[in-house]
């Protein structure tokens, strides 16, 4: 059961986006309107709203590329070094674009504090978005989340993580779901009262949330967040 506090800031749902009696729920586009819409469906899900209201994303990076530079950089790092290292880069190279990077030596791009093996990964990145084998434009709009994942595993140093990333925040698709993903993991674990779920019970967990994880997603990194500042008190004790 969601906590009083949670549940009494809890915003009436918009009817416009919930089923009728019986009926499939229909789709909708925005994070708003999936968040409400799966507030009716799970209490947890509702008290989250109330405490944290609808998800905010992050802007989108203004290219496909500079989105892949910026979550290959991030891998592995603490949120302000990796922003730390990001600027740097971004003011090494000016623009950041495929003929750039590979313009720049292995040791400038060392030099911002990139490891060997991001360089490599950003130079062979570059390299195949230059050379036409991946193509990052409006046509990935028409691939599946799944097509999209395999396309950009290609890249030495994008594995499923990078490439989940990639969808969710650069590309908005509202079904994303990270099971691999320690803060998803833990917060959802804190949020709905239960151990940890390692990523092959959470892939299951998150089933009844289709066909919009991502808004989970979100809520599980954010409820990390929120237990911090509560010390611990749970959303659904």
Do not use: N
Not at 84 to 107: K, M, N, Q, T, Y
Not at 123 to 140: C, N
Not at 142 to 161: A, C, K, M, Q
Not at 180 to 208: F, S, T
């Amino acid at each position: 059961m969601a906590s009083t506090e949670a549940a009494a800031a809890r915003p009436a749902p918009d009817p416009a986006v919930l089923p009728s009696p019986g009926a499939e729920a229909p789709r909708v586009r925005s994070l708003r309107a999936a968040a409400q819409l799966l507030s009716a469906r799970d209490p947890v899900v509702a008290a989250l709203l109330g405490a944290l209201g609808p998800p905010r994303l992050r802007p989108p990076q203004p290219s496909h590329f500079a989105a892949l530079v910026r979550a290959i950089v991030y891998q592995q790092l603490a949120g302000p070094a990796a922003a730390a290292i990001h600027g740097r880069l971004v003011g090494a190279l000016g623009d950041v674009e495929p003929r750039a990077v590979l313009s720049a030596s292995a040791a400038q791009l060392r030099a911002v504090g990139l490891s060997a093996g991001k360089v490599a990964s950003l130079v062979d990145l570059a390299r195949r978005v230059d050379e036409g084998t991946l193509v990052l434009d409006s046509s990935l709009s028409r691939l599946g989340d799944e097509e999209i994942v395999r396309r950009l595993s290609t890249v030495r140093g994008i594995g499923r993580w990078t490439a989940e990333m990639f969808l969710l925040f650069q590309l908005r698709r509202l079904d994303v779901w990270p099971t691999g993903d320690l803060g998803v993991r833990r917060g959802y674990g804190l949020a709905w009262g239960v151990p940890m779920p390692p990523a092959r019970q959470l892939e299951a967990l998150g089933d009844r949330f289709r066909p919009y994880r991502s808004i989970v997603a979100w809520y599980c990194w954010r409820a990390c967040e929120l237990y911090a500042r509560q010390d611990g008190r749970a959303l659904t004790g």
